[in-house]
């Protein structure tokens, strides 16, 4: 079976090192220090997200939030009144970053009046050279809902422990998602707690996830349960065989792509939606939501009874990205079962060997005592015969399809449906960038010439242009006429007529009979 060989050491990989884990433990305690010189000895941290769940992967973000003594976090019923200001947070922020140690550096703040939750963006370096990238927050309640902060995360790390297929299935989709940039929230995709809960979706429908992990109570851990902070890693659970893993994968992204049919049903109230709460049925999201797809936050709903959409953010075009991607995914893993765990584990034992061969800094007497031994590199003909020249081997094929094939299915973006590319929202619905403008290497050199000046016709310096046309002379007395003033008498011959004025003659500038214009 597989979990021995090559599936079960990829899905190892994915695991965050010894290194890393020591870092995100670092960089909390430095965090708390911090904080204390900062506000006092009552303030504290508390670790949230990924990191709490045990579903992280390796380069994770570490998601900290600082309690401030006599800070008001806007919470419950003043949330649900009044938007409150983050001029407090964004004050409490500042203090902490000038308190932070040496080896934290702040790499972004996101200050801006219109963030609900200001966030500082550090870099910490830990003594072991590995650098992990840590988001503080104020507060460790939630200002929308009053809940607090790490009691979902709490409640799916039960999940997780207490059923061994569902971290594999976690771990492995995260890693997808990221490799194809469908985790970015901020561009209108699902984020890392969206993918997680769709993953324990697909167990709850499956009857692997009981009523009671999802509705019992999750108290918080004191001191003695997680004495540095951070909790211990979970342990990788294993399938009965890579077949059955890849089965697994190929039905959860079956279900995904299943709900392209729910976009063409009549709205009659919210978007449509999934709920764990109600054993995986299908439910209608609150009115006013904006997203396509309604996700319930279980630790809301348990805590608190409000409706909370963890799939906020999410737009239709990225929406429709998606579901495309896992409709592409499962018809790479359909395509032959055979060669479709082979094909996963290399997939993902790729970029995880690439991470891990990283240099590392020596002072290099290992790296040349290996190029002495290795001897000279092979130096490739240009023409002539031998291995070097010839053409390379064709893909290797097995039954009705190749390993180059499917793993280009799964792991490497399509491209965007043709309906999209003739709206405006196409670069930000595109997996990829927008390639560059090329305007060509004369119009690099010479700038196109100017426009041409209004009322003159353009052409070769040469060319006679026609005399511009004259404008009529204005007729005067000269020509045999006087205009009649008002109040003064004129002759006839003048006026036109025998009466005084001009009332009793023609206009001064009405033609005559007889004379030429």
Known sequence: SL????????????????????????????????????????????????????AHLHGSDLDICVEVPGLSSGSGAEAADQRPGNAEQVQALRRLMMNLPPFCTVKETRFSASIRVP??????????????????????VDARTGVEKGFTDRLIRRILSHVPCSLPLVLLVKQ????????RAYE??????????????????????????LHEPVPRPGAEAWPDGLPPPLELGSYPGGAEFVEDLALFFETMAGFEAWLSRPVRGGPPGISLLSGGKELQGPLGERSP??????????????????????????????????????????SNPRIGPVVLAQALAEPQAARRSAPVRTDGAAEQQERRQAGPAPVARQSG???????????????????????????????????????RRFWRTSVAPPPPRHYGQRWMQ????????????????????????????????????????????????????????????????????????
């Open 3 to 54: 979990p021995e060989a090559p599936l079960a050491r990829a899905l190892a990989h994915l695991r965050p090192a010894a290194a890393s884990e020591a870092s995100a433990h670092e960089a909390l305690a430095a965090t708390g220090r911090a904080a204390r010189r900062a506000f006092g000895a009552e303030a504290f941290v508390q670790p949230f997200g990924s990191q709490v769940q045990g």
């Open 446 to 517: 010479e700038p196109p010439p100017p426009p041409p000046r209004r009322g003159f016709r353009r052409g070769p310096p040469e060319q006679e242009l026609p005399p511009p046309r004259k404008r009529p002379r204005r007729a005067s007395a000269a020509d045999g006429w006087q205009p009649a003033l008002a109040g003064s008498r004129v002759s006839a011959a003048h006026s036109g007529g025998s009466g005084a004025g001009h009332s009793g003659g023609r206009h001064p500038r009405a033609k005559r009979r007889g004379e030429k214009k």
């Open 293 to 334: 797809f309604y996700i319930e936050d279980p630790g809301v709903k348990v805590a608190s009874g409000l409706d909370e959409n963890v799939a906020r953010s999410l737009k239709q075009g990225p929406w429709l990205t998606i579901l495309a991607c896992c409709r592409d995914a499962a018809r790479g893993l359909r």
């Open 176 to 183: 997808w998602a990221k490799s194809r940039g469908l985790n």
């Open 385 to 423: 015969p031998g291995p070097s020249s010839g053409p390379p081997p064709p893909p290797r094929h097995v039954g009705h399809a190749t390993a180059a094939s499917v793993a280009s299915a799964i792991f490497v973006p399509p491209p965007l449906p043709a309906s999209l590319h003739s709206t």
């Open 119 to 140: 966030l500082l963006i550090v870099e910490c370096c830990s003594a072991c050279g590995e650098t992990v990238e840590a988001d503080i927050s104020v507060g460790t």
């Open 188 to 213: 209108g995709y699902l984020n890392s707690l969206g993918w997680t809960l769709l993953c324990l979706y697909f167990l709850v429908i499956g009857g692997r996830v009981g009523p009671e992990l």
